[in-house]
């Protein structure tokens, strides 16, 4: 579909879709599920996080076994990515689209196909390329 290609997170008009996917992972929690590709482009924004005293307390009170257990998934460093959450959003532009798109799809539903309703949201939305004279020489 044209709208795939246009505005998919692999679309042209992402700049660095690894670091876009990224961002998107790290803000819905999902920041151990990141590709090598996307962690690359977000190391200039990871933190280690420290450690918190209630937990080094838990620890002088843990056996040995829940030490060494504990020492070893601590020693997988936790990164986090605090600065991403300064990032704006670059959705906004789909937003807006979408908004037209509704806009749009509510006033002409009623014998409308698909693929002419794409046609005319993505005529609309790119109206920087064409004009009256491209749409004559169609003719």
């Known amino acids: 579909m044209l709208c795939f290609t246009t505005a998919g997170p692999r679309a042209n008009i ?13 803000l819905r929690g999902n920041a151990d599920h990141l590709t090598r590709a996307e962690k690359a482009t977000l ?26 257990r504990k020492r070893r998934r601590l ?7 605090e600065q991403l959450k300064s990032i704006p959003p670059t959705s906004n532009v789909l937003e807006r689209f979408f ?20 046609t005319l949201l993505y005529l609309r939305e790119n109206r920087s390329y064409w004009d009256a004279s491209t749409v004559d020489s169609l003719q």
């Open 14 to 26: 992402v700049h660095s879709p690894d670091f876009d996917s990224g961002c998107v992972r790290v």
């Open 43 to 68: 190391q200039p924004f990871a933190a280690t996080a420290p450690v918190d005293a209630r937990e080094s307390l838990e620890e002088q009170q843990a056996s040995f076994v829940e030490r060494l």
């Open 75 to 81: 020693y997988e460093e936790r990164v986090e990515y």
């Open 99 to 118: 908004s037209v798109a509704r806009m749009t799809f509510g006033h002409q539903r009623h014998g409308l196909l698909p693929r002419t309703l794409e």
